[in-house]
Structure formats: structure tokens, C-alpha cells
Nanobody, 120 residues
């Protein structure tokens, strides 16, 4: 399994932007971003295939968040624009290391989480 290291969280005003980074120790099949707010279920946000096939987004962030990758650095990103207070959560990057998990939309490597707080 790959190991994942996240960075880029912080405090931002409503309407602002943040860029999260996730450095991977190897090359998984799929990479994704999730978030979890206090008292809420873990929420899927975005997924991208290592080959660069069209990314897929949850309706709640489509048009505001963008997932991308840099193969030369084994790193993928989540660019977050037009942030809202309801985006406040702990954000996690994830990876699927075997093709069976990737086909099922499941993940077996996780980052440590990074706090994103959006003020009104």
C-alpha cells in the first residue's frame, strides 16, 4: 500500500480559496478526497484515475472544487474555490491500491486529515 501525506489546510474567509496537496509514496489506481464535519458522516468529494481519465465530483462541490495530479511528483491536489462556512470539516485524501477496490469505489490508504475552517 502507498503512504499518503497531506498538507494545505487552514483558516479562510467565505468566498476564498485553498489548495490541498497529497503526496503518495507510490502509484495507486485511483485517488480521492473525502471530508467529515462534526456529527456528520464521512462525505465523498472527488476522485481521479492515475491515468488521468475524467474526474468525478459529488454534487455538493461540483463547479467549485477541482481534483488534479502531478505524476512527476506522485502528488494529487484539491483546489477549493468559493468556499462556504458549510465546507468546514476535516479533509482526507485516499487511494485504492488494487484494481478490485478501484472498481468498487473503495480505498485502502488514507492520509492523516487536515482541518479546513471557513469563517462567515
Amino acid at each position: 500500500q502507498v503512504q499518503l501525506v497531506e498538507s494545505g489546510g487552514g483558516l479562510v474567509q467565505a468566498g476564498g480559496s485553498l489548495r490541498l496537496s497529497c503526496a503518495a509514496s507510490g502509484r495507486p489506481f485511483n485517488m480521492a478526497w473525502f471530508r467529515q464535519a462534526p456529527g456528520k458522516e464521512r462525505e465523498f468529494l472527488a476522485r481521479i484515475e492515475w491515468t488521468g481519465s475524467s474526474p468525478y465530483y459529488a454534487d455538493s462541490v461540483k463547479g467549485r472544487f477541482t481534483i488534479s495530479k502531478d505524476n512527476t511528483k506522485n502528488t494529487f491536489y484539491l483546489q477549493m474555490d468559493s468556499l462556504r462556512p458549510e465546507d468546514t470539516a476535516v479533509y482526507y485524501c485516499a487511494a485504492a491500491n488494487v484494481v478490485q477496490l478501484a472498481a468498487m469505489g473503495e480505498y485502502d490508504s488514507w492520509g492523516q486529515g487536515t482541518q479546513v475552517t471557513v469563517s462567515s
